[in-house]
């Protein structure tokens, strides 16, 4: 569905983002997009989108290439920036006016979105807090019944009812035929959501892996304790305590803590996917 081949980009006068990158990304997956400011998380969706060409290699989004634009291409993918530019206009006529670009859009599923959000259609978008403006888009985003669906940071200025509505919604708008890629730094508003996992470090997916795999190699744990546990992969501090991620060596069962992965990663990178490497392979030697 997503297939970027030996991808570089920079931009002009400045460092590069990426070099030979290389990602495939399929239908049926919500995938959360981790990486430190700078990494290039932002870079790579605007790449995907076409909003920007790389230096060299191919990004092709459902057989086309990105760069094109294609009309076909751009009626399947929603792109919510971080910041999205919101128009003088009330968010009725919003509708009418974008709505067509997307041949599937469902316009009573929009409005039942709005509603739950407490909106009204009358409501002009330039009046509206950036968490308002935040849940009009993502309405949108969602009713387009697009088969790509691109978030970048979307539950920044939305409050802690709306993060619970928000994944209630994206998990009710999941198709197999559908992918929705989430871009965030708020790692804890998308727990139990995001799956698999990418992170981006040094201009490279280092990481992609679905929380099955990770759970089946690595064991995280709290330590009610003053004293920092030994013989762990990674620890750390939190109140009260430390969280731990180990590997799994005796198919214990616990909830991957992906905050915690995330900084794990960046410190252990090699021996985690290692581990993680190794616990894949079993588990493939096993099916066979």
């Not at 060299?56 to 076909?72: C, K, L, N, Q, S």
């Not at 006016?97 to 979105?113: E, V």
């Amino acid at each position: 569905m997503i297939h970027l081949q030996n991808v570089s980009f920079q931009y002009k006068k400045g460092k590069s983002i990426f070099k030979d990158l290389e990602l495939n990304l399929n239908a049926g997956n919500i995938y959360g997009l981790l990486g430190k400011n700078g990494a290039g998380k932002t870079t790579l969706l605007r790449l995907i989108n076409g909003l920007i060409f790389p230096t060299a290699g191919t990004v092709d989004i459902m057989g086309y290439p990105a760069a094109d634009r294609h009309p076909e291409m751009l009626a399947d993918i929603c792109f919510v920036q971080e910041e999205p530019y919101i128009p003088n206009l009330s968010i009725i006529a919003f509708l009418y006016t974008y709505a067509p670009f997307y041949p599937n859009f469902d316009f009573d599923q929009f409005f039942k979105l709005i509603t739950e959000f407490s909106l009204e259609g009358s409501l002009k978008l330039d009046k509206l807090s950036f968490g308002q403006k935040k849940k009009v888009m993502l309405s949108f985003a969602l009713a387009s019944n697009a088969r790509i669906v691109i978030l970048d940071e979307p539950t920044n200025g939305l409050d802690i009812p709306s993060k619970s509505q928000f994944r209630k919604l994206i998990t009710e708008a999941m198709l197999n035929e559908r992918m929705i890629i989430i871009s965030t730094h708020q790692v804890r508003d998308m727990v139990n959501l995001i799956d698999p996992i990418l992170i981006i470090d040094e201009g490279q997916v280092v990481f992609n892996y679905s929380l099955e795999e990770i759970a089946d190699a690595l064991v995280f744990e709290v330590h009610n304790t003053l004293a920092e546990p030994k013989d762990v992969l990674y620890s750390e501090r939190i109140s009260g305590g430390y969280i731990t991620i180990r590997e799994n060596n005796h198919d214990e069962f616990s909830n991957v803590d992906v905050e915690a992965l995330f900084n794990a990663i960046l410190i252990k990178k090699e021996e985690i996917i290692k581990i993680l490497e190794k616990h894949k392979a079993i588990h493939s030697n096993s099916k066979n």
